[in-house]
């Protein structure tokens, strides 16, 4: 007979248990993506767009000890005086440092922002557990954990410029592990003229996380259009490159021709002047032709568009094509840090919309505005997303130095149409008769 006794199921943790955990997973990744860089390395700032490793850091606890911890009774903060130090845009709560002076911050030390870290998370993680924070204070801690997850990617950009400015040229990680997939043959997916809706619904009213500016749902007609079934590769680019693509007038923008002959660009960011080697995270490399281009302008792309008869696609008909798949890719998880081709095993059929999320962002044609109807998020973090929709232009899908889990369908990153340091890259459209 037998009187063996099951097992309980086992117990759900709290949504405040399951949120400690991910705070501190996702804290401990910060630390983990900073820890090859010297003290040295950490306050570098080599152009006033990027900022130093270890601001990144400061700020982004910053982040929780003003949004989080300053609404608990009672708190005081672990310095006063670094509210300015750390402050990034937050008008409405005081001024801030210059941005392009964040490489003068020698003090206080790395080790010190490092012990503000460590006490903030223990005051974090101790509400936590004790169920503590307020409806409130939680929506900020966790929109405080995206938050981050954007400043671990910034980390990363923003250390590969300044290692490349460096004479030296050092990689951040000397075993990081390269590539031997290959780039699929580029083929064309069509789509009817369709009305399809676009966006997210507002958080926290909805329990799925979403930024403001992905909100609210709206419906858009989007007209019949060709998308291409992968990201543009390398050896593509680079046979752009040798048809004179930049030197030839008629590609380009006004205003990026005008860049790319004051600046002298000839080719992306990180590649020699031969065309055959690049700049990683790893070091300099042979130039691996399947990978998908990256760090390249908005400019560049739509030149390169033009060049191949077709276009940008529109950040509508991206998102209607993403938004039947899953947001799995190539991240910063896979720990390669740089863009790939399609592994031989492949991702199905050639003819499927490949590497749609991770890998390299994708510039699209469209500005960075307000969907109709946009609501910014309540109070002093309204100024997060909004007062940004100027001058911008909007990218999808995320890269290899993006958080795996952080984006979705309906993400959208803004940038510059000038920037190159992000790991950007192109997928073309074409329109349909």
């Known amino acids: 007979m037998n009187t063996a006794v099951a097992s309980p199921p086992p117990v759900a943790p709290s949504p405040a248990a399951a949120l400690a955990v991910r705070y501190a997973g996702i804290r401990a990744r910060s630390i983990a993506l900073a820890a090859p860089l010297s003290a040295e ?3 570098v700032q080599s152009m006033p767009d990027a900022s130093p490793a270890k601001w990144h850091l400061a700020h982004t606890t910053w982040f929780f000890e003003r949004f989080v911890l300053a609404s608990q009774p009672g708190h005081q903060p672990f310095n006063a005086d670094w509210h300015y130090l750390f402050n990034s845009y937050y008008q409405s709560i005081g001024p801030a440092h210059a941005r392009p002076q964040r490489g003068l911050l020698s003090r206080p030390s790395l080790e010190e922002v490092l012990q503000y870290r460590a006490r903030v998370d223990q005051q974090v993680i101790t509400l936590l557990q004790a169920g503590a924070l307020d409806a409130q204070a ?17 980390l990363l950009t923003d250390i590969k410029h300044a290692l490349w400015c460096n004479p030296l040229q050092p990689a951040y990680r000397d075993d990081l592990s390269r590539s031997d997939a290959i780039a699929v043959p580029l083929r064309w997916q069509r789509s009817p003229e369709q009305i399809v809706e676009i966006g997210a619904p507002a958080w926290p009213a909805h329990a799925d996380f979403a930024y403001d500016n992905e909100s609210p749902v709206h419906r858009v007609l989007v007209p019949a259009h060709g998308l291409a079934n992968r990201p543009v590769s390398n050896a593509e680019y ?3 490159i040798q048809a004179g693509g930049y030197r030839e007038v008629g590609l380009w923008m006004s205003e990026g021709w005008a860049l790319c002959q004051a600046e002298q660009w000839q080719h992306p960011l990180y590649w020699d002047d031969a065309l055959e080697r690049e700049f990683t995270l790893g070091g300099w490399r042979a130039l691996d032709l399947h990978a998908p281009v990256s760090h390249i302008s908005y400019f560049e792309a739509d030149a390169f568009a033009r060049w191949q008869g077709a276009r940008l696609p529109t ?8 938004a039947g798949h899953a947001p799995t890719g190539h991240f910063a998880d896979a720990d390669r840090l740089h ?4 592994a031989p095993d492949g991702q199905g059929d050639d003819d499927a919309l490949l590497q749609l999320f991770g890998d390299v962002w994708e510039w699209t044609s469209s500005a960075y505005g307000a969907y109709p109807g946009f609501r910014p ?14 001058g911008q232009w909007i990218l999808r899908g995320g890269s290899c130095a993006t958080p795996d889990g952080h984006v979705r369908a309906s993400y959208r990153n803004f940038f510059a149409p000038s920037a190159r340091w992000q790991f950007a890259g192109v997928r073309l459209a074409r329109d349909l008769a």
């Open 238 to 240: 680079r046979q752009f």
């Open 41 to 43: 390395d950490a306050m």
């Open 377 to 390: 998020f309540a109070g002093n973090l309204g100024e997060y997303n909004g007062k940004f929709m100027n």
């Open 138 to 154: 939680s929506h900020q801690l966790q929109l405080g954990l995206h938050h981050e997850q954007q400043h671990q990617e910034l």
């Open 315 to 322: 950040e509508f008909e991206w998102e209607a094509a993403a």
């Open 339 to 342: 863009p790939a081709g399609i």
